[in-house]
């Protein structure tokens, strides 16, 4: 059986029971799922996430632009994802664990509102606290990720999605109408897990800082 019949059929349910219970009736399906590895169904399952899409979520002055991929909310684990820092170097956000992290999404940091929120969220490193790991993140290259933050002195670790794709299709903010990422901003607390997120309504505007600052604070409290 081809590897995209079987995604195309997938459901939550059958990717928990091909991965625990050999009770589950025979099918093709079932048969292609247990007898691939644990790691290959698990990508076979993101393939799958990757498949849904929300049209109601976000705009652009006015115009509703589509989120590929699941919708993740606060308490669910935050997806592994692997980016490029500046010097191309693998950024993996499951080496951050024991620690705050705060993501800084933005669709390009070579336009108005992004390069604000960026000078935004950097400024408030200040009130984070201490230990807060702080990144940016785009589809931009590193070198243009790495050229903008000496421009622009800013503090914030740059990381770029540009060539996987991963963090994007994972975290459900890639958008289908540009391929960029959707403006956000996200606080995974030690454990690992989502404490805050904002998908900004209106992607021509910025997110919400008090917010994000607080979130930030209650999750190194624990």
Same mark, same amino acid.
């Given at each position: 059986?081809?590897?995209?019949?079987?995604?195309?059929?997938?459901?939550?349910?059958?990717? *928990?029971?091909?991965?625990s219970s050999?009770?589950?009736?025979?099918?093709?399906?079932?048969?292609?799922?247990r007898?691939?590895?644990p790691?290959?169904?698990?990508?076979i399952?993101?393939d799958?996430?990757?498949r849904?899409?929300?049209?109601?979520v976000?705009?652009?002055?006015?115009?509703?632009l589509t989120?590929? !991929?699941?919708t993740?909310?606060?308490?669910?684990? *935050?997806?592994?994802?692997t980016?490029?820092?500046?010097?191309?170097?693998p950024?993996?956000?499951?080496?951050?664990?024991?620690?705050?992290?705060?993501?800084s999404?933005?669709?390009?940091?070579?336009t108005?509102?992004?390069?604000a929120?960026?000078?935004?969220?950097?400024?408030?490193?200040?009130?984070l606290?201490?230990?807060?790991?702080?990144?940016?993140?785009?589809?931009?290259l590193p070198f243009?990720?790495?050229?903008?933050? $000496?421009?622009?002195?800013?503090?914030?670790?740059m990381?770029?999605?540009a060539k !996987?794709?991963?963090? !994007?299709?994972?975290f !459900?903010? $890639?958008?289908?109408?540009?391929?960029?990422l959707a403006?956000?901003?996200w606080?995974?607390?030690?454990?690992?897990?989502i404490?805050?997120?904002?998908l900004?309504?209106?992607?021509?505007?910025?997110? *919400?800082y008090?917010?994000?600052?607080?979130a930030?604070q *209650?999750?190194?409290?624990?």
């Amino acid at each position: 059986m081809r590897p995209a019949l079987a995604v195309s059929l997938l459901a939550a349910p059958l990717i *928990a029971a091909c991965s625990s219970s050999p009770a589950v009736g025979d099918g093709e399906v079932v048969r292609y799922l247990r007898a691939q590895p644990p790691d290959r169904r698990a990508a076979i399952w993101a393939d799958a996430e990757q498949r849904t899409r929300a049209t109601d979520v976000i705009t652009r002055g006015g115009q509703p632009l589509t989120l590929v !991929g699941p919708t993740l909310d606060v308490g669910a684990p *935050a997806p592994d994802v692997t980016l490029l820092d500046s010097q191309l170097a693998p950024w993996r956000l499951a080496d951050q664990r024991g620690k705050v992290v705060v993501l800084s999404v933005v669709p390009s940091i070579d336009t108005r509102v992004c390069e604000a929120q960026t000078h935004h969220v950097s400024d408030a490193i200040a009130e984070l606290p201490p230990g807060t790991v702080v990144v940016t993140v785009s589809r931009d290259l590193p070198f243009a990720q790495q050229r903008f933050a $000496e421009e622009a002195h800013t503090q914030t670790v740059m990381a770029s999605d540009a060539k !996987g794709r991963e963090f !994007g299709r994972r975290f !459900g903010l $890639e958008v289908d109408e540009s391929g960029l990422l959707a403006r956000s901003t996200w606080v995974i607390d030690k454990a690992g897990t989502i404490a805050y997120r904002e998908l900004v309504a209106d992607q021509t505007t910025e997110p *919400a800082y008090p917010p994000l600052i607080a979130a930030a604070q *209650a999750a190194a409290a624990k």
